[in-house]
């Protein structure tokens, strides 16, 4: 039982292999590879050409928020690291 489902799915995998191979090396899959690779550029072009351009909103909705700067300069209390290393 063991063997026979090696042998079928070592055969499934050859076919698979296979057929992925004769699909790439085909004629008709080769042409339209060169013919996408050659055609890029106008491709390309074309689809930019259509893209619609958006309007900008983006006027004065940034404000900046400067609350931590402020809070620095009114607590401005004595560090205590060194006094940490003490020994008491």
């Avoid at 400067?66 to 809070?71: Q, R």
């Amino acid at each position: 039982m063991y063997k026979v489902f090696n042998f079928l799915l070592f055969t499934l995998i050859i076919i698979f292999v296979l057929s992925v191979f004769k699909y790439y090396t085909s004629s008709k899959n080769i042409v339209s590879k060169d013919y996408n690779r050659s055609n890029v550029d106008q491709i390309l072009k074309e689809k930019i050409s259509n893209l619609p351009v958006l309007n900008n909103d983006t006027n004065n909705v940034i404000v900046f928020n400067d609350s931590f700067e402020n809070e620095m300069n009114e607590g401005k209390k004595k560090r205590s690291f060194w006094e940490l290393l003490k020994s008491k």
